[in-house]
């Protein structure tokens, strides 16, 4: 599946979503068309390649596009379930959209920021396809830590995540029998195979990762982790909390502690210090001497 295609997808879910309960007639919606240049090229949207987005859209993304045939307005047919529930899906349609306005608004270009991700996008479309299919794929893969390329044949793509401007497939491996996270920009070659896969019917990629900061799921338990913020960083904390699961404990003028029910990882310990002297690890009394440890050695950097 080519990615024009799917931003045309996007954008076709996202003017519809954007109507609301109304809906939208075939017309408005070939009005706002004709005036996006970079998909329509100013062209006309033809009904019928209007009728085959809207199919391929249930089959892709499983979203109903109903019209409500005593007005001909077309709707989201169950439009709280993207709003709520398929929060991945609604990102992914206002990040391919948001993209677009800022490529079509020249007179904006300069004044508006995006947080770029440099590599690996081009593998994401043909991923989210074999999720949708159910399809293995082979790929060639080249880790960090390692010289050699590796060949990984018949991965069974569970799911994908971001993370830290990069993009991770999480992939069943049944050669032996794990699940593991590869990030798309360590991908030398992919490539899609016709064999299919049975995909777990309780699997969920927010329940695998549950605990976890980052994409990082080792043998580390969950535990109670208490952190100590001055005021200044704790604003920054509120409006943004570093997990589903933080809490406050208790405020002052001076500091606000939380609690999480997290994995101290590898991807939380980076975090924790990159707030430096805003927050403090009070609990657990191991994670406290794994991030005073830490700091002793940034520290003896600079001797």
Same mark, same amino acid.
């Given at each position: 599946?080519?990615?024009?295609?799917?931003?045309?997808?996007?954008?076709?879910?996202?003017?519809?979503?954007?109507?609301?309960?109304?809906?939208?007639?075939?017309?408005? =919606? !070939?009005?706002?068309?004709?005036?996006?240049?970079?998909?329509?090229?100013?062209?006309?949207?033809?009904?019928?390649? $209007?009728?085959?987005?809207?199919?391929?859209?249930?089959?892709?993304?499983?979203?109903?596009?109903?019209?409500?045939?005593?007005? !001909?307005? /077309?709707?989201?047919?169950?439009?709280?379930?993207?709003? !709520?529930?398929?929060?991945?899906?609604?990102?992914?349609?206002?990040? $391919?959209?948001?993209? %677009?306005?800022?490529?079509?608004?020249? !007179?904006?270009?300069?004044?508006?920021?995006?947080?770029?991700?440099?590599?690996?996008?081009?593998?994401?479309?043909?991923?989210?396809?074999?999720?949708?299919?159910?399809?293995? $794929?082979?790929?060639?893969?080249?880790?960090?830590?390692?010289?050699?390329?590796?060949?990984?044949?018949?991965?069974?793509?569970?799911?994908?995540?971001?993370?830290?401007?990069?993009? /991770?497939?999480?992939?069943?491996?049944?050669?032996?029998?794990?699940?593991?996270?590869?990030?798309?920009?360590?991908?030398?070659?992919? &490539?899609?195979?016709?064999?299919? $896969?049975?995909?777990? &019917? %309780?699997?969920?990629?927010? %329940?695998?990762?549950?605990?976890? /900061?980052? =994409?990082?799921?080792?043998?580390?338990?969950?535990?109670?982790?208490?952190? &100590?913020?001055?005021?200044?960083?704790?604003?920054?904390?509120?409006?943004?909390?570093?997990?589903?699961?933080?809490?406050?404990?208790?405020?002052?003028?001076?500091?606000?502690?939380?609690?999480?029910?997290?994995?101290?990882?590898?991807?939380?310990?980076?975090?924790?210090?990159? /707030?430096?002297?805003?927050?403090?690890?009070?609990?657990?009394?191991?994670?406290?001497?794994?991030?005073?440890?830490?700091?002793?050695?940034?520290?003896?950097?600079?001797?």
């Amino acid at each position: 599946m080519r990615t024009e295609i799917i931003k045309r997808y996007f954008w076709l879910l996202d003017t519809i979503y954007r109507s609301g309960d109304v809906g939208i007639t075939f017309e408005e =919606i !070939n009005e706002k068309w004709e005036r996006n240049d970079l998909l329509s090229g100013g062209c006309s949207y033809p009904k019928r390649t $209007f009728e085959s987005h809207r199919q391929n859209i249930e089959e892709v993304f499983n979203i109903l596009i109903d019209c409500d045939r005593r007005t !001909n307005r /077309y709707f989201i047919s169950d439009r709280e379930e993207l709003k !709520n529930q398929n929060h991945i899906l609604k990102w992914l349609v206002e990040t $391919f959209n948001l993209n %677009d306005v800022v490529g079509q608004s020249k !007179n904006l270009k300069d004044r508006i920021g995006l947080e770029d991700i440099p590599a690996g996008q081009e593998y994401l479309v043909d991923l989210l396809d074999a999720m949708n299919r159910n399809q293995t $794929f082979d790929m060639e893969y080249q880790k960090f830590y390692a010289n050699e390329k590796k060949l990984y044949r018949n991965m069974e793509p569970y799911g994908v995540q971001v993370f830290q401007r990069r993009w /991770y497939v999480l992939a069943h491996n049944p050669k032996n029998d794990t699940i593991h996270t590869y990030s798309l920009d360590r991908i030398v070659s992919l &490539k899609k195979n016709e064999s299919t $896969f049975k995909m777990p &019917k %309780d699997f969920s990629i927010s %329940d695998f990762f549950s605990g976890c /900061y980052g =994409i990082i799921k080792d043998a580390t338990s969950k535990q109670i982790v208490v952190l &100590k913020a001055n005021a200044f960083q704790a604003k920054y904390l509120k409006t943004l909390p570093l997990h589903e699961s933080q809490k406050i404990v208790s405020e002052d003028s001076e500091f606000t502690t939380f609690s999480y029910y997290i994995r101290p990882t590898f991807d939380f310990k980076q975090k924790i210090l990159s /707030y430096m002297g805003n927050v403090e690890v009070v609990e657990p009394l191991s994670f406290r001497d794994e991030i005073r440890m830490e700091i002793e050695k940034m520290r003896k950097l600079y001797e």
